[in-house]
């Protein structure tokens, strides 16, 4: 195909991805994944067309930063982007206009500005050391070992087996099982190695011959040439000041010790024809593990056993303080304790004159009382926080604020693990998502051991109803739902935080404790039609129609945009109600609870009396809810009816608090009381909110 050709149909391919961009029908807006994963293909069967579609897309996005077209900037860039990682060859003038159109942007508001910083310095970093984005993205999602470049990643596919059909978990398990008996260990530090020098020597690299002397050496020998190009390469890019051409001249002895001299110089001299097309090196997906969610503390065991397996790399002390010792996956973390010295008894103190004792003193020489084996916790440093989230790079989020605490946590310490937890089903999913979410931190105020080495990121992927009814179960070449999971973890780098609700529900029976729980999504309310036993042997007066529904009494407080305080009293007849915690609107970035009050309205006529209902929406920070007229409540939260409570009098719904540390809860006590007020006010609990990811974040 001549090179007009190629381009004519790449620009036809790339046309119909803005076209569906562009739609407002949401119905022409279902195949979106469809276009992109066909565009990307053509790419990936012939990887010479890649500097083609590369001008092509730069040239849409010129167009849309010209006039304006928001809604494209953001999908061109990670479709650019996603080429530029995996393609070999790109003229550095195509580089330099990107790095410069990714600079203009950042004039933009957020999300557009943060997307495009971060594509910025991608760019620039490729630029230095050619074939740095790819080699760093296979070692990190392939678990491949490598002291220069430690961090590993996970994808841990949850899915719920009530909520996703069969058919979607076998075809999900047998697109991972195919992929993953072809990217051996070996296969990926091939495609390292060629990519790598391919990239970096460009026409003088005799790509076929490579992969074919690559495939023929034996393990340790690649193993060799693998550790030597990441040695270069990251070598490279941690000197600011390292020479380009000693960089080039490295990677030439790793090619010739390849080659062989004599086959090198061949090449670079152009005694061989050079093939019309480049042998395709894939980028490998993800390192994925599928699993049926069917216990509630599957996530944080799965996210241990990610942590198991020690690094090659000695730890630094204080991460080995921190590190999980001797746990099994359904046992608790060992308590970390430390010999105490101390006896608590004044008389034992030494004067402050006084000379430590020498520990081959004899016993006899002490006259104090002493106390043996007594045990001490251990106290953190106090500036270590815990950290209000598990994200890594900061991203958007919504105006309650970002929680504070990222970072490095604790000297020499960093998260060299990020666990990828991707989500498939409906709001029942997200809402079991949010309570592991819950009990993790809460869980990790008191051990406080997973935090400082694993970055988690949250990913959601809702699968709607009724499913693909024609979905393919045998080992496709080009699996898509693969694919479409791999474009999303690597390139949705955008959070979005949601807050989390916590529910405190009283019932009917006295004898019954009151119930906490939380919710993500929604809270429906519905009116039993039993009531208390007491009321049941009540007469009712002949010809008196009784009023549907039941008289509530809510109390809530006003959700401002001035975020001031306004309190809010009403009684009404109602037959339901529905609180929604997710904005209406992609773009509303107003955090609070949106309540739907279906009202019993009553009007009087010739005929008599008779009811109709109407629909009262309103919004609330909190809300208390009670049954005034002994009528029994039935919740439902987020969609899931196996976590329906029935016979409710009372319910109290309000942003769930930020968990708490024993450190923090114990400070207190040794606060006076005039103190103790002091700290209350000058810090209020901040809420907990859950970051999923997305590709843009909020739109603004």
Not at 62 to 68: L, N, R
Not at 596 to 603: A, F, I
Not at 619 to 640: C, G, Y
Request: contains cysteine; aromatic residues 6%.
């Amino acid at each position: 195909m001549e090179a007009s050709a190629v381009e004519l149909d790449l620009q036809r391919s790339v046309q119909a991805v803005l076209r569906q961009l562009r739609a407002q029908d949401p119905a022409l807006q279902n195949n979106q994944g469809m276009w992109r994963w066909s565009l990307h293909k053509k790419v990936d069967r012939d990887p010479g067309k890649s500097p083609a579609l590369v001008r092509i897309l730069l040239r849409e996005l010129e167009k849309a930063e010209s006039e304006d077209a928001r809604q494209v900037i953001i999908p061109l860039l990670h479709t650019l982007m996603y080429v530029l990682t995996k393609a070999t060859g790109i003229p550095e003038e195509l580089y330099q206009r990107i790095y410069t159109l990714c600079m203009r942007l950042l004039t933009l508001p957020s999300p557009y500005c943060a997307i495009a910083l971060d594509c910025a310095i991608r760019l620039k970093t490729e630029t230095a050391v050619p074939g740095t984005l790819y080699q760093r993205l296979v070692i990190a999602e392939q678990n491949l070992r490598s002291e220069l470049y430690p961090y590993q990643e996970r994808v841990l596919l949850f899915v719920d087996p009530e909520l996703v059909s069969p058919s979607v978990c076998s075809a999900l398990l047998l697109e991972i099982e195919a992929a993953q008996t072809q990217q051996t260990p070996e296969a990926c530090m091939r495609h390292v190695v060629s990519h790598t020098l391919q990239a970096a020597l460009g026409e003088a690299c005799r790509a076929e011959a490579l992969q074919r002397k690559l495939r023929a050496s034996p393990r340790r020998a690649l193993e060799r040439y693998f550790h030597a190009v990441v040695a270069a390469v990251e070598q490279m890019a941690s000197e600011p000041s390292s020479s380009r051409v000693g960089h080039l001249e490295r990677l030439e002895e790793i090619y010739c010790s390849l080659l062989g001299p004599t086959a090198a110089a061949r090449g670079r001299c152009g005694g061989d024809a050079l093939p019309d097309r480049p042998p395709n090196i894939p980028l490998p997906s993800p390192l994925i593990t599928f699993h049926l969610w069917t216990d509630e503390e599957q996530l944080w065991k799965e996210l241990v056993l990610f942590l198991r397996p020690r690094s090659l790399l000695r730890l630094s002390a204080d991460l080995e303080a921190l590190d999980l010792q001797g746990l099994l996956p359904d046992q608790a973390l060992a308590r970390e304790s430390v010999l105490s010295t101390d006896s608590g008894i004044e008389r034992d103190l030494p004067l402050e004159a006084e000379e430590p004792l020498m520990t081959g003193s004899s016993e006899m020489e002490h006259v104090g009382l002493q106390r043996k084996g007594g045990i001490k916790k251990r106290v953190w440093p106090p500036d270590i926080l815990m950290p209000g989230s598990w994200d890594g790079t900061p991203g958007l989020h919504r105006r309650t604020g970002r929680p504070s605490g990222d970072g490095e946590l604790l000297p020499g310490v960093s998260r060299l693990h990020t666990a990828r937890v991707l989500v498939l089903g409906d709001d029942r999913m997200l809402g079991r998502l949010a309570r592991a979410y819950r009990n993790l931190r809460k869980r990790e105020t008191q051990m406080f051991c997973l935090t400082p080495r694993l970055s988690l990121q949250l990913y959601y992927i809702p699968v709607l109803t009724p499913e693909p009814p024609s979905l393919d179960t045998s080992r496709n070449i080009d699996p898509f739902i693969l694919d479409v999971i791999t474009y999303y973890v690597r390139m949705g780098t955008q959070p979005i935080y949601f807050q989390i609700y916590t529910v405190k529900i009283f019932f009917s029976d006295l004898s019954q404790d009151s119930v906490e729980d939380i919710f993500l999504t929604e809270l429906k309310v519905k009116i039993q039609d039993s009531k208390f036993p007491k009321d049941c042997s009540s007469p009712r007066r002949r010809g008196v129609v009784e009023s549907p529904g039941a008289e509530l009494s809510l109390g809530y407080r006003k959700a401002l945009l001035s975020r001031r305080t306004r309190e809010v009293t009403i009684s009404l007849r109602a037959t339901g109600l529905v609180l929604k915690a997710l904005p209406a609107r992609d773009t509303d970035d107003h955090t609070c609870l949106n309540v739907s009050v279906t009202e019993v309205v009553k009007s009087s006529n010739l005929a008599g009396r008779s009811f109709s209902t109407a629909t009262n929406t309103f919004r609330a920070a909190n809300i208390q809810i009670q049954s005034q007229d002994q009528r029994l409540l039935t919740l439902v939260l987020d969609k899931d009816h196996r976590r329906t409570f029935r016979d409710v009098v009372r319910f109290e719904v309000a942003p769930c608090p930020e968990p708490c540390s024993g450190a923090q809860k114990s400070k207190g006590l040794w606060l006076s009381s005039h103190q103790q007020e002091m700290e209350r006010t000058r810090a209020k609990p901040k809420p907990l909110l859950m970051p999923i990811n997305t590709f843009s974040g909020i739109v603004q």
